[in-house]
C-alpha cells in the first residue's frame, strides 16, 4: 500500500511559465513531495522552468518530467543536472525518456535501439556525476576523455542526481526495475495497466538482485477538475483524443483496441491535427474512456479516482493540470 502522505505536481505545457513558478511555490508551501516540468512536443523546455523554482522554493524536490535522451548527450545532461542539485541545495530529480516519432524524426534524430541507448547513456550519465573521467564509444553513445569541470568554488565530490525513467512499453519498465533509481509512470494510463508495469519493474529489479523497495514509482494522472463533473469530462475528452492521435501506443498500452486507437488517430489526422481534426476526434471518445485513461469529475470524483492507483501500487501521485483551476486542484490534492 502506498504512503498517502506524499503528493507530487506536474506541469504539461499550461499554465504560463511564470505561473508555474508562482503554483510550485503554492506546492512547496503545502509540503508536496515533488515537482515536475514536461518537455513535451516543442511547447517549452523544462530545465529553464525548474532553474526558477529551484530559486525560490525551498524543500520540494525538482523533477524533469520527462526530458529525453536524444537531443541532449549524456555529457549535458549530466551538466544541466549538476547544475540543478547546486542551485537547489540538492533537491534535483532527473526523469528521462526515450522520445516519441514523429517529433523526433522532424528534428534530424533517427531513434534506434532504444533499450540499449537509455542503459548505455545513464551508465555515462553516472559516472560523469561521480566525477569519473569517463571514455565510451558506441554508435549511440560517445564520450572520449571526458569529465565534468564543475563551477569554480564547487567541491569535488560525486554528484547524486536520482535518475528516474519514464517507461511505457514492458522491456523499458523492466529496464528501468534493473537500471534506475525510480521509474515514472506514465500518464493517461488505465488502473489495470498501472498493476501490470509495477510487476514489470519489479521483474527488472530482481534481475538486478533488487527489490521494489529500492525504487520510487509515481504517477503521472491528468486531473480535469470541475464541481460541474460533465465539464470537467469534457476537457478530459480533448486531452485525450489529442493524445491517442499524437501517441496511439499509449492507447494501446491500456488496452484500448488497435483499430479504434487508428480510428481517433485518423479522425485527428496525424500531428498536427488537419483542421476540425480534435473535433472529429473528440467525437470518438465517449465517457468510458475518459474514465479508464484519465482522472476528471468532481474534486471528490479526482481524490477517488487517484486513489484507484494509490491502490494499484504506484508510490505516489502526481497531478497533471488539465484545466485552469490549477490553484484549486493543488489545494483538493493536497488533501490526499
Known sequence: MATRSRVGLCFLDRPGALEEVTYAQLADELGYESIWICETRLARDAISILGGIAATTRQIKLGSGVVNSWTRPPSLMALTFATLQELSGGRALCGIG???DPLAWKQGIHRRQP???MREYLGVMRRLLALERVTFESDLVQVRDLELDLGHGVARSPI???LYIGATGPQMLELAGEIADGVLLNGNMSVAYTRDAIQRIQRGAERAGRTLADLDYPILLGVAMDRDGDKARDVARRMIA?????QPHVGKASG????????VHDALGGWPPRPDGIEAAMKLVGDDVVNTLL???TPDECLSRAREYLDAGATYVIPTPETDNVQEIIEVFSEL
Not at 256 to 263: D, H, K, M, N, S
Open 295 to 297: 482522472v476528471a469529475g
Open 256 to 263: 484500448l483496441a488497435p483499430e479504434y486507437v487508428q480510428r
Open 160 to 162: 547524486h542526481v536520482p
Open 115 to 117: 533499450l540499449r541507448q
Open 98 to 100: 526515450a522520445y516519441w
Open 242 to 246: 489529442m493524445y491517442l492521435g499524437q
